[in-house]
């Protein structure tokens, strides 16, 4: 006789501008899913901890600057290093919440404008890491993000910056399946009434016995 496998955990990918509250939803979802029995991980990418990470850590501070293929390139690298231990916690059960993932790669990098760097470019690296189960969008207007706060002073974070990067996430998202868009200007509360909505029917669908897929 065999013995039973092992049920799969799932990948949870929450996605979206700066302060559409990512962090305090992955929080509460990670709290939620642990109340229900679920063995769970957050994560977060950039992940500023390793080698890679902290080369991106001084370049999104400001402290160093690289060519905008090359730090694409590193923002990719730091999700590869990663892939490996997400894939070995999801086949062992675990479930794995990710702050930011390759939406938030191919968007960002493509929002700059240079001319060889192309939102088709910059998922090339992508293809080939673990595939989210639900991928959460996380959606507010400027308007309702400038109330939670000014911006930081970390690159990126200006009006310019954070308007090309809301239109082309509404195009990356547009073309997608499995992503769910949640209205992010509501309440804490709210917001992560359907966010747990949205992952547990995810997770009654998931065949905890297939594999993972990849990105393609
Ligand atoms: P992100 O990780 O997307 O940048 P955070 O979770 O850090 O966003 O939230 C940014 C700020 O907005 C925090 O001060 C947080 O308390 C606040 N915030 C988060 N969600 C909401 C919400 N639904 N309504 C009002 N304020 C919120
Ligand atoms: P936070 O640590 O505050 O989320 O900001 N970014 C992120 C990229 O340009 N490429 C990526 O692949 C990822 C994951 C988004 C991190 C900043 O880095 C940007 C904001
Ligand atoms: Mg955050």
Redesign the pocket.
């Known amino acids: 006789t065999s013995a039973s496998p092992t049920r799969r955990g799932a990948l949870i990918v929450?996605e979206?501008?700066?302060?559409?509250?990512?962090?305090?939803?992955?929080?509460m979802l990670r709290d939620f899913l642990s109340r229900q029995g679920h063995v769970v991980k957050y994560i977060r990418f950039p992940d500023r901890t390793t080698p890679i990470g902290q080369l991106i850590d001084s370049y999104l501070r400001g402290t160093s600057h690289q060519d905008d293929h090359s730090i694409h390139l590193l923002f990719s690298a730091n999700r590869w290093e990663i892939a490996k231990s997400i894939e070995e916690d999801i086949t062992n059960g675990t479930t794995v919440i990710v702050?930011r993932y390759s939406y938030s790669g191919v968007v960002y990098s493509a929002a700059k404008a240079n001319p060889t760097l192309s939102l088709e470019w910059a998922w090339q690296p992508e293809i080939g890491l673990p595939c989210p189960d639900i991928c959460l969008f996380?959606s507010?207007s400027p308007e309702?993000a400038a109330?939670?706060?000014g911006f930081g002073a970390e690159r990126y974070e200006n009006e310019a910056m954070q308007t090309r990067v809301r239109e082309l996430f509404r195009t990356i998202f547009e073309k997608q399946e499995d992503v769910s868009i949640i209205d992010?200007?509501?309440?804490?509360?709210?917001?992560?009434q359907e966010i747990q909505g949205a992952v547990a029917s995810c997770i009654a669908r998931l065949d905890v016995t297939g594999a993972l897929r990849k990105l393609e």
Not at 16 to 27: P, V
Not at 184 to 192: F, H, L, N, P
């Open positions: 929450v979206g501008l700066d302060r559409a509250g990512k962090s305090s939803q992955c929080e702050d996380l507010i309702e109330k939670r706060g992010a200007g509501k309440s804490i509360d709210q917001v992560s």
